[in-house]
């Protein structure tokens, strides 16, 4: 069984940074794609940016890209988010796809069958 922890999200000001983090278990594949989404009140699930863990490559939405940058270590992805905004509020949510599959640009919901339950990040002054 497969389990997601997002964890780092909070409240700050427009203009702060939030640094969000992604550990898993219960993996086999040694590589494999994490998506990051997020869900902004009255708003469909958005794609936000992934990476190929254990791998290098990476892609960000445009409506993130030049404020937040995804990242890796041995153990956990990452989403730096800096120059937040209002209407990046939202809870933010981790996956992975069911078949350890990696990723080679922008990704959609049904791409992934594991989620974690997400971690909730408000913007406002």
């Known amino acids: 069984q497969v389990h997601l922890v997002e964890s780092g999200g909070g409240s700050v000001e427009p203009g702060g940074s939030l640094r969000l983090s992604c550990t898993a278990s219960?993996?086999?594949?040694?590589?494999?794609?994490v998506g990051w989404f997020r869900q902004s009140p009255g708003k469909e699930r958005e794609w936000i940016a992934n990476?190929?863990?254990?791998?290098?490559m990476s892609y960000i939405s445009d409506s993130v890209k030049g404020r937040f940058t995804i990242s890796q270590d041995p153990s956990t992805v990452f989403l730096q988010m800096n120059n937040l905004k209002s209407d990046d509020t939202g809870i933010y949510y981790c996956?992975?796809?069911?078949?350890?599959?990696?990723?080679?640009?922008?990704?959609?919901?049904?791409?992934?069958?594991?989620w974690g339950q997400g971690t909730q990040v408000t913007v406002s002054s």
């Open positions: 990476i190929n863990f254990g791998g290098s």
């Open positions: 219960g993996i086999t594949y040694r590589r494999y794609c």
């Open positions: 996956a992975v796809p069911s078949d350890g599959a990696w990723c080679f640009g922008p990704t959609r919901e049904t791409d992934f069958g594991d």
